[in-house]
């Protein structure tokens, strides 16, 4: 009896020192030069950028929050943090860098290929996470 006390008491400690682990942080993630270098195709303007809003409001706030910063209420329950648009590093990277990410996904990231079908609304989101500065 005194040995399965024991084991429920370890496995007890274990995951509460679990829950107050740091997130890990997120390892670089490589983009092809072949999207680094792509151009978007959808302008960017009052229309498409409306669309794009809605999109993220279905399938990123979660995450990613309404202002983009990376505090959306299903961020806690990610093993990895999830990505703040609002910072300089996530700007500076190329429209295409941005559709690769969202289209291929990683880790708790998921792909938003098959969900978001037509590439063009992709776009339309890229265009929508650039005016979260």
């Not at 983009?31 to 498409?48: L, R």
């Not at 929050?65 to 990376?70: F, H, L, S, V």
């Amino acid at each position: 009896m005194k040995k399965y006390i024991s084991i429920v008491f370890a496995v007890m400690f274990i995951t509460v020192l679990m829950a107050f682990a740091p997130k890990t942080k997120n390892d670089p993630w490589p983009v092809p030069d072949k999207y680094k270098n792509m151009a978007n195709p959808v302008k960017s303007d009052a229309a498409t950028i409306a669309s794009g809003k809605a999109l993220y409001s279905q399938h990123c706030k979660s995450c990613h929050g309404t202002k983009g910063k990376g505090d959306g209420p299903k961020a806690a329950q990610l093993d990895t943090e999830s990505g703040d648009f609002t910072k300089a590093d996530f700007q500076k990277q190329t429209d295409g860098a941005l559709f690769y990410k969202t289209s291929e996904g990683r880790k708790d990231m998921p792909s938003f290929k098959k969900k978001i079908a037509d590439q063009n609304d992709i776009w339309a989101l890229v265009n929508f996470m650039r005016t979260l500065k």
